[in-house]
């Protein structure tokens, strides 16, 4: 995607993006790189490229997410979540930026460093269960 902003200015605050405008922003590339697919096909091929550019930009093994994607019965190999990260290097830096700005809410609101992870994936969770 391209922003008329950058992701530093999203961590000094300057400009509100939040991780909701982010995955609308998100999904709507991927309904413009798919035109071919339907709504269910457009949801799934989003829900894994999310799940990658997530794991990605929060230090996750992408191993761990491909034995996810086999419990779940998703045809993808390490190769092909390999190739959908480095096409989102722009997307994972920014969801990056919009992590970073969110601990640092957290901790300016008085949370410590371990405390403020933990109500990020909390967020993260209520932010993703909503869409």
């Known amino acids: 995607m391209k922003w008329e902003f950058t992701g530093e ?3 000094k605050g300057e400009i509100n993006y939040s ?3 982010f995955r ?9 790189n798919f035109p071919e697919y339907d709504k269910k096909a457009l949801d799934s091929i989003f829900r894994l490229a999310y799940d990658v550019c997530y794991c990605v930009a929060t230090k996750r093994d992408l191993g761990e997410l491909l034995k996810h994607c086999k419990k779940k019965g998703i045809k993808a190999d390490i190769k092909y ?3 959908i990260r ?17 601990v640092s809410e957290f901790m300016d609101a008085g949370l410590g460093s371990a405390e403020a992870l933990k109500k990020l994936d909390e967020y993260h969770k209520s932010v993703i269960s909503g869409s």
């Open 9 to 11: 200015q999203v961590v």
């Open 19 to 21: 991780l909701e405008e």
């Open 24 to 32: 609308e922003d998100f999904y709507l590339e991927v309904k413009d």
């Open 81 to 83: 979540l390999g190739l």
């Open 86 to 102: 480095d096409s989102n290097l722009e997307n994972i830096d920014m969801l990056k930026a919009i992590f970073a700005r969110k």
